[in-house]
């Protein structure tokens, strides 16, 4: 084998390497993207069942210890930090589930709200799995491929499911 074939041949393997890099990396940015676009949906999902909640309790429809109650986790929900907030909306699904809130019209629309957000959940973690596997790769780390993006993380949220 001459020189020039094994030229070729480290030529090619590079171009072969650096093709799957950029394509590895275009597909590692597109799911950073929808790990953002799943995020967000979950917080509109999230805000949509506090503000039910809230709306509920303030119906005069339930006895007043399950709407201040209501109320009070709901509140929470919306105003905790990024530190608190799995905990607060977790609360706020043990609230919902602890108190009567099976009255029409509110029951049916309540419970899409829940399974609203269940659905959000499990998208938004499917895809940072997704992420996650795709960054631990070998070529991925060793290329840096990456760059500075954060890790994504899953959300765990007591929903029901």
Do not use: C, K
């Not at 919306?78 to 907030?85: G, K, L, M, Q, V």
């Not at 399974?115 to 499990?122: F, H, M």
């Amino acid at each position: 084998m001459s020189l020039t074939w094994v030229l070729v041949l480290v030529a090619a393997g590079l171009l072969l390497l650096g093709a799957y890099a950029s394509w590895t990396a275009g597909r590692l940015d597109r799911l950073h993207h929808r790990v953002d676009s799943a995020r967000s949906a979950l917080e509109t999902e999230l805000a949509r069942r506090a503000a039910l909640v809230a709306e509920l309790a303030g119906a005069g429809i339930l006895d007043p210890a399950s709407s201040l109650l209501l109320l009070d986790a709901a509140h929470r929900a919306r105003t905790a930090s990024a530190d608190d907030r799995e905990q607060r909306e977790s609360a706020l699904t043990r609230a919902i589930n602890a108190t009567g809130t099976d009255v029409e019209p509110w029951h049916g629309e309540l419970s899409l709200a829940m399974r609203r957000v269940q659905l959000a959940r499990r998208f938004h973690n499917d895809i940072v799995v997704s992420t996650r596997d795709l960054r631990h790769r070998r070529l991925v780390t060793w290329l840096r491929l990456a760059g500075h993006a954060p890790m994504p993380t899953t959300i765990e949220l007591e929903d029901g499911s």
